[in-house]
């Protein structure tokens, strides 16, 4: 089992930026990827960006050149840097842990972005 837990999300104005942050209780060195995910009020929880133990990144096409993911093996954590936030990037962002037998989630931290 493995707790996930994220941090930073906050209120902010649209074209600033913030940082999320997600620890994890156990290595996250054993997952194949780590993610960012993201529901609106009313919408369906969607991909944000994933990354894998290699460093390769994903991004949905909404936040590419705005959003940046990294993780830290050595500190169990993984990070999203957001920037030029829009109020469509308002929402809960959850932090993911998978491998083909394992998936897990965190509670989630709110992003509030106004106009």
């Known amino acids: 089992q493995v707790q996930l837990v994220e941090s930073g999300g906050g209120l902010v104005q649209a074209g600033g930026s913030l940082r999320l942050s997600c620890v994890a209780s156990?290595?996250?060195?054993?997952?194949?990827?780590m993610g960012w995910y993201r529901q609106a009020p009313g919408k369906q929880r969607e991909l944000v960006a994933t990354i894998t133990s290699g460093g390769r990144t994903n991004y949905a096409d909404s936040v590419k050149g705005r959003f940046t993911i990294s993780r830290d093996n050595a500190e169990n954590m993984v990070y999203l840097q957001m920037n030029r936030l829009d109020p469509e990037d308002t929402a809960v962002y959850y932090c993911?842990?998978?491998?083909?037998?394992?998936?897990?989630w965190g509670k989630g931290t709110l992003v509030t972005v106004s106009s």
């Open positions: 993911n842990a998978y491998t083909s037998a394992m998936n897990y």
């Open positions: 156990r290595s996250i060195f054993r997952f194949n990827s």
